[in-house]
């Protein structure tokens, strides 16, 4: 069973940038997997996690408004996720994003709005209305 975590809130401090959040499920030990995903749907980048003892990966979204904070701290400071008492290091966090980035410019396959979102937030390109 796939377990997903909305992450709701981003607090960037002098050091580093830390996301919490939220989840029905219960969690073992978490270690970063550093890849990502794309959840056009949802309109958020997710960064996979490794469970210990199972044999999926924990899903940890990290949603549209949350990224423009999170560019902020890109390539500035560390970003963990704060999860039921475990800090987790998300580990090859600014390539992947930047990876994805190169692979939703212009792509209609994302979806219009995913398109739009990830070109204004992260390309500053200007969005026509």
């Known amino acids: 069973m796939i377990k997903k975590v909305w992450l709701n809130s981003l607090e960037l401090k002098e050091n580093e940038c830390t996301l919490t959040g939220e989840s029905n499920d219960t969690f073992g030990v978490l270690s970063p997997a550093g890849k990502m995903i794309v959840d056009s749907d949802e ?3 997710v960064y996979l996690a490794d469970e210990e003892n199972s044999a999926h ?5 990290i949603p549209d408004f949350l990224w423009t904070d999170l560019k902020r701290s890109l390539g500035v400071h560390p970003v963990y996720v704060s999860l039921e008492g475990q800090k987790l290091l998300l580990t090859d966090l600014e390539e992947e994003i930047e990876y994805l980035i190169s692979n939703i410019e212009g792509n209609s396959n994302y979806g219009e709005e995913m398109v739009k979102q990830v070109e204004h937030i992260f390309l500053e390109k200007k969005t026509e209305e």
């Open 43 to 45: 309109r958020a980048f």
């Open 57 to 61: 990966y924990t899903y940890l979204y």
